[in-house]
């Protein structure tokens, strides 16, 4: 969870950084109005993106645990298997 810590905070850092650039720049209001608009448009596409991958990227893990508890139900059930073969096979 550090990591998505660090990005959200690297990501709200520029998205201020930016504000406040675009708001102390000598442009007339409905300029600077327009600058803010289509970096916060730009801002949330990034966020959208990212949580998406980050959204996939859990998907991925969840479906290679679960792949990997699968393969480990069949191998116990297999063991299982043959030491009840096994066993049979004593008491004949």
Same mark, same amino acid.
């Given at each position: 969870?550090? *990591? ?47 949580? *998406?991958?980050?959204?996939?990227g ?7 645990v ?15 298997? *043959?030491v ?5 096979? *004593?008491?004949?």
């Amino acid at each position: 969870m550090s *990591n998505g810590k660090l990005l959200s905070g690297l990501l709200i850092g520029a998205a201020i950084g930016t504000a406040l650039g675009i708001l102390f720049a000598p442009e007339k209001g409905s300029e600077t109005r327009k600058k803010i608009s289509k970096k916060s448009g730009d801002l949330a596409d990034s966020l959208k993106k990212k949580f *998406n991958d980050l959204v996939d990227g859990i998907a991925e893990k969840i479906d290679e645990v679960k792949d990997e508890a699968d393969e480990l139900v069949e191998r116990g059930k297999e063991k299982a298997y *043959n030491v009840k073969s096994e066993l049979k096979g *004593n008491l004949s």
